[in-house]
């Protein structure tokens, strides 16, 4: 693995189904769409392969291991090995090992690079297993927590994944900056954020303020990006050097997560809060699954995963103000080959209880 990738097309991290240029340092705003290659049709689960450098960590009792911890520390600290959800900090936790840099593109751009043998099987392979392990541990969760509660909704139709068509050699047209690139998060009107990118909306929780980029998105092409989200602090300095918060952000899911379709949408929620769960959380805690079931957003096809994390114990030895955490992620279909746009809520209970409930129920098509 080298320590900067090169500079090129790459699949777009904020989930358009077109290429985005990497120079080396950060993304552009130069984009340009992919040409259409042989249809393949996508299982509705990853396949068995060899497991991923990342593995999720040590767990405990019926639900997660005390290791995993809450995502709703600022970007830094819970975040992608940084201090809580503010300026990026030395890393405190060491990352999942996926790829060094962004997926390339079938091996061309300006200039066109020597041809060489594409990485997107053995990615995609990983995240494959890392999606069965992610079945096999949330499968297990729910199960002790529902116990003889009726069968979950599932979605009836599989959906194809269609290739997307490379880029030309001619000049980039210019377009809006990325919120990684200097660009800002939408401001609500009436209430109501918006997020073109994603194609979604929600109503924004009472006193709650739009978040900035830069606390929340790495910039790494290997981490999900949201392109829109808002945020209220739960305890201010908590452990001395960050903001526990509560958050509700919104993008386009990031292309390595394995997504086949609506058929498969339940299994890709697992995945990401497998990850999430990995990545967000640090301090000692509990999980539950609460929800794990199809719904409609609009006219379009979704899915929720809400899960509750019980902090009450380190909450009690440390003086925490929070004891407990709701949160959901949501998944929405955009349609025929293209990444679905995710939602993520996750509240502490001194921010209210219903929050995510009510950020739920406001969700709509943009």
């Avoid at 790494?220 to 829109?228: H, W």
């Avoid at 201010?236 to 509700?248: A, R």
């Avoid at 949408?265 to 697992?270: R, S």
């Avoid at 509990?286 to 609009?298: F, N, P, T």
Wanted: glycine fraction near 12%; hydrophobic fraction near 30%; aromatic fraction near 10%.
């Amino acid at each position: 693995m080298t320590t900067q990738t090169p500079a090129g097309w790459y699949p777009d991290p904020y989930g358009e189904p077109r290429l985005r240029w990497w120079d080396g340092n950060q993304w552009t705003d130069a984009t340009h769409a992919q040409e259409p290659g042989p249809a393949q049709t996508q299982p509705s689960s990853g396949p068995q392969q060899p497991q991923p450098q990342f593995q999720p960590q040590p767990q405990t009792g019926p639900g997660w291991a005390a290791t995993p911890a809450n995502p709703t520390a600022q970007f830094g600290q819970p975040t992608y090995g940084q201090g809580a959800y503010g300026a990026p900090t030395a890393p405190t936790q060491q990352q999942p090992q996926w790829p060094g840099g962004p997926l390339p593109g079938p091996g061309y751009g300006p200039p066109p690079p020597p041809k060489q043998g594409n990485p997107l099987p053995w990615v995609f392979g990983g995240l494959a297993a890392l999606l069965v392990l992610a079945l096999i541990v949330v499968g297990g969760i729910f199960f002790i927590n529902r116990g003889d509660s009726g069968s979950i909704a599932q979605p009836e139709q599989s959906d194809t994944y269609e290739p997307r068509q490379p880029p030309s050699n001619e000049p980039p047209s210019q377009q809006q900056p990325l919120p990684s690139q200097g660009g800002q998060f939408p401001e609500p009107v009436d209430g109501v954020v918006t997020d073109p990118r994603a194609g979604v909306s929600f109503q924004v929780p009472d006193g709650w303020k739009v978040a900035a980029p830069a606390d929340v998105n790495s910039g790494s092409p290997t981490d999900q990006q949201f392109t829109a989200g808002v945020k209220a602090v739960s305890q201010e300095n908590y452990e001395g050097d960050g903001d526990w918060i509560g958050n509700v952000y919104t993008g386009v899911l990031n292309e390595l997560y394995p997504y086949t379709g609506v058929a498969g949408m339940g299994d890709t929620a697992k995945a990401v809060f497998v990850h999430f769960s990995t990545q967000y959380y640090q301090l000692a805690h509990e999980s539950q699954i609460v929800s794990d079931k199809a719904m409609k957003i609009g006219d379009r096809d979704g899915w929720v995963l809400q899960f509750q994390l019980d902090f009450s114990k380190i909450s009690e030895e440390k003086g925490y103000k929070w004891k407990k955490e709701n949160g959901a992620i949501v998944l929405m279909d955009r349609g025929q080959g293209q990444s679905p746009a995710i939602i993520y809520v996750s509240v502490p209970d001194n921010l209210g209880t219903d929050v995510v409930g009510k950020v739920l129920s406001s969700l709509k098509p943009a």
